[in-house]
């Protein structure tokens, strides 16, 4: 058992954390998404998005900790999206580096090594848990975006929803994609007949 972190080497990590709760998804301030939802909104969905797996050959809690692990290092390098004009590569180098100088200032060598190995799984897509997780982030993002169109009227976010098209292999994922393009789909269809 290893021992206890120092208490303000721990608050000091949950203060960086927060900043997960105020940091709004680039994607939906780029659409002008009135209150859009933050990073930790979207990491949490996404883990409870993780319960409803039924895949026996999945590890759900390995799947959760992924999933909450995934987006830490926005807290210092802020939600890059393809669309910022940075490399994959670029991106990857700095979230690494944010990474390590969150984890660092832990001083907890085990707590360190499980974040740090969550992400990098998550980034190299190298367990069945981390590439679920990576169609988890996808499909919360078609959930979200659907939801808005739902919220604010006139919207559209079609980009997001085209983005995601080939995203989804996993059959319990993509039965809830298909279900959300549907609803997504119908809405426009009907709304679009009422304009006639």
Not at 15 to 38: A, D, M, Q, Y
Request: glycine share 4%.
């Amino acid at each position: 058992m290893s021992s206890p972190i120092e208490p303000a080497k721990a608050v000091n990590f949950f203060n960086v954390l927060g900043k997960l709760k105020t940091l709004k998804r680039t994607g939906w301030v780029n659409n002008e998404i009135h209150l859009p939802e933050s990073v930790a909104d979207h990491m949490y969905r996404m883990a409870m998005m993780s319960f409803l797996i039924t895949d026996s050959a999945v590890d759900k809690g390995y799947l959760m900790k992924i999933c909450m692990a995934h987006d830490v290092a926005e807290a210092v390098v802020g939600d890059i999206t393809p669309y910022d004009g940075v490399s994959k590569e670029d991106k990857r180098r700095m979230e690494e580096d944010a990474l390590k100088a969150i984890l660092a200032d832990l001083d907890a060598p085990e707590v360190t090594k499980e974040i740090f190995d969550l992400w990098m799984e998550y980034e190299e897509g190298t367990s069945k848990e981390a590439k679920l997780a990576r169609e988890l982030d996808k499909f919360e993002m078609i959930v979200q975006a659907d939801e808005y169109e739902q919220q604010q009227p006139g919207k559209r976010l079609d980009r997001f929803f085209s983005s995601t098209a080939e995203s989804f292999a996993h059959p319990e994922v993509l039965s809830w994609a298909n279900q959300v393009r549907k609803r997504h789909q119908d809405r426009f269809e009907q709304s679009s007949a009422e304009g006639k």
